[in-house]
């Protein structure tokens, strides 16, 4: 009877969590798309989502830091859900559920790295672009014999009028 209890909380808990990692999931891929199209208007339209699905992922870890301090107070293994499940029967559906969520949460990591990637490449394509524009096509020196910037021939090809 006393563990149908926990099975019932977790269980709620779990499908809260399912709901939210599956939002999350979604924005994940859009955004994705996103980054992958250079569609900046799409970027600034879905952070207003991302901040929503990064507040609930947040009740969901609040929520879980509440059953582990109460399970703890009960005596129980409470270092994490999954512990706290070992207590239930081999077969129960909320084992299943943790698995699930541990799942769900590594493609979400996936899924953010990603995005993250593709996020860091835009930006070094971006900074190569500053540079040959603020260069005039070559490599910024590192030294020079006068201490000042190399001025070359006084012009550079991509944002004079001239080119």
């Given at each position: 009877?006393y563990?149908?209890?926990?099975e019932?909380?977790?269980?709620t808990?779990l499908?809260e969590l399912?709901?939210?990692?599956?939002?999350?999931?979604?924005?994940l891929?859009?955004?994705q798309?996103?980054?992958?199209s250079?569609?900046?208007?799409?970027?600034?339209?879905?952070?207003p989502?991302e901040?929503?699905?990064?507040?609930?992922?947040?009740?969901?870890l609040?929520?879980?830091g509440?059953?582990?301090?109460?399970?703890?107070s009960?005596?129980?293994n409470?270092?994490s859900?999954e512990?706290l499940?070992?207590?239930?029967?081999k077969?129960?559906?909320?084992?299943?559920?943790?698995?699930r969520?541990?799942?769900?949460?590594?493609?979400?990591q996936?899924?953010?790295l990603?995005?993250?990637?593709l996020?860091q490449?835009?930006?070094l394509h971006?900074?190569?672009?500053?540079?040959?524009?603020?260069?005039?096509g070559g490599s910024a020196?590192t030294?020079?014999?006068?201490k000042?910037?190399?001025?070359?021939?006084?012009?550079?090809?991509l944002?004079?009028?001239?080119?």
């Open positions: 009877m563990m149908t209890v926990w019932t909380e977790i269980a808990f499908k399912e709901q939210a990692q599956d939002e999350a999931m979604e924005t891929r859009r955004k798309a996103l980054l992958a250079s569609d900046t208007a799409g970027l600034k339209a879905i952070a989502e901040r929503r699905v990064a507040e609930r992922l947040g009740t969901c609040k929520k879980r509440e059953l582990l301090k109460i399970a703890a009960e005596g129980l409470a270092d859900i512990r499940v070992e207590h239930f029967p077969n129960s559906a909320v084992r299943q559920q943790v698995r969520s541990i799942r769900r949460t590594r493609l979400i996936y899924q953010s990603t995005n993250w990637i996020t490449r835009s930006i971006l900074n190569q672009l500053i540079e040959l524009i603020a260069f005039k020196p030294y020079n014999r006068d000042k910037r190399d001025t070359g021939n006084g012009g550079g090809n944002v004079d009028r001239v080119a």
